[in-house]
Every structure is written in C-alpha cells, then in structure tokens.
C-alpha cells in the first residue's frame, strides 16, 4: 500500500520557526524555553520531513529501478529458456541423426564382413583346385611333349615318304611302321582344330 507524500511548504514552517524565537526572545523565563525547544522541535521535524521525502524518492526511484531490472531478467531468462529448449530440440537431432549414421556404418560394416569371409572361403576353394589343376598339369607335361602343329604336319609327310620308300624297297615292316606313325600323327592333328 503506497503513501502519498506532501511536501511541506518550506517558507510557513521558518515563518514559524523565526517568529517563536522572537516571542521567546521577548518573554522571559520558562515560557521563552518552551518556545524556543517548540522552534527547535519544529526546525528538526521539518528536517526529518524533507529527509523522509528525499528518502522516499529515492526508494521509489530504486524500486522502479528494480522493477525494471526484473522485467529485463525475466525478459532475458525467457529468451535464455527458449535458447535453452532449441538447444535441446537441435542436440536431439543430432543424437538421433548420429545414431542413424552408426547403425547404418553397422550395418555396412557387417555387410562388408559378411563379403570379405565370403571371398577368402572362395579364394581357399579357388586356391585349392588351382593347385589339383597345377598337379594335374604337372603330371600331365611328365607324359605329354608339345610340338608346334607345323612340325607334326612335317613329320606326317616325313611318314608318307618313308612309307612309300620303303614300299619301293619291298621292306612291309618298315612301311607298316611308317604308316602307323603317319596315323597317330593323323590322330593328334585331328583331336586339335586347325587355327588357319
């Protein structure tokens, strides 16, 4: 509940003051002391008057002062609560959009794991029949020589001569023989295409 203040007007109050000094000073004895501590009474009351006002004014004008710091903190922890809730809002989509690139890394990584055991299980196989082709291969050059198709082709002509050489000769050993070479030669050109 606020009071209201009236200042009081400063020329009645040393009117009065000034003129009981002056009675005081014309009378004499106990009445002149009374007039005299009523002027200081006065003078000092007027004093502490215009002091409570001067106070008062300064505490309304501290409380407006505060007032209005209040509203400015209140109007700055509002602001401050909506910063804080967008902080929050955008730390959630971050935390949820970081938890969705790991479980997709996850993901990709156990797909590439999933790849990799795959290709070593089929490099052991791959590797495991290179090495039987390798030994079949191996075994296969004890028992096998390769010669150029033109050389066995030269070879066969070689036979068809012999063979009739020796069939000019009457030697039918020889001129078997010859033809049986001719026609294993014949064979092996067969079993291979012709790349011409």
């Given at each position: 509940?606020?009071?209201?203040?009236?200042?009081?007007?400063?020329?009645?109050?040393?009117?009065?003051?000034?003129?009981?000094?002056?009675?005081?000073?014309?009378v004499s004895g106990r009445n002149g002391e009374m007039?005299?501590?009523?002027?200081?009474?006065?003078?000092?009351?007027?004093?502490?008057?215009?002091?409570?006002?001067?106070?008062?004014?300064?505490?309304?004008?501290?409380?407006?002062?505060?007032?209005?710091?209040?509203?400015?903190?209140?109007?700055?922890?509002?602001?401050?609560?909506?910063?804080?809730?967008?902080?929050?809002?955008?730390?959630?989509?971050?935390?949820?959009?970081?938890?969705?690139?790991?479980?997709?890394?996850d993901a990709e990584r156990n797909k590439l794991v999933?790849?990799?055991?795959?290709?070593?299980?089929?490099?052991?196989?791959?590797?495991?029949?290179?090495?039987?082709?390798?030994?079949?291969?191996?075994?296969?050059?004890?028992?096998?020589?390769?010669?150029?198709?033109?050389?066995?082709?030269?070879?066969?002509?070689?036979?068809?001569?012999?063979?009739s050489g020796f069939a000019r000769r009457g030697d039918?050993?020889?001129?078997?023989?010859?033809?049986?070479?001719?026609?294993?030669?014949?064979?092996?050109?067969?079993?291979?295409?012709?790349?011409?």
């Open positions: 509940m606020s009071a209201t203040v009236v200042p009081l007007p400063p020329n009645p109050a040393s009117e009065t003051i000034d003129f009981l000094r002056r009675m005081a000073g014309m007039l005299l501590r009523a002027a200081s009474m006065i003078e000092s009351l007027s004093q502490r008057a215009m002091s409570a006002e001067r106070l008062y004014h300064q505490v309304q004008e501290e409380s407006t002062r505060n007032a209005e710091l209040r509203e400015s903190a209140e109007l700055a922890s509002d602001a401050m609560v909506g910063q804080i809730a967008a902080l929050r809002a955008q730390l959630a989509e971050v935390t949820a959009a970081a938890a969705a690139d790991r479980a997709a890394f999933g790849l990799m055991q795959h290709a070593e299980s089929h490099i052991v196989k791959i590797t495991g029949e290179l090495d039987s082709l390798r030994a079949s291969v191996d075994s296969f050059n004890e028992t096998a020589v390769s010669v150029p198709i033109e050389a066995l082709r030269l070879a066969r002509t070689q036979f068809d001569y012999l063979s039918p050993i020889s001129q078997a023989m010859s033809e049986i070479g001719g026609f294993a030669i014949d064979q092996a050109l067969a079993a291979k295409p012709d790349p011409a």
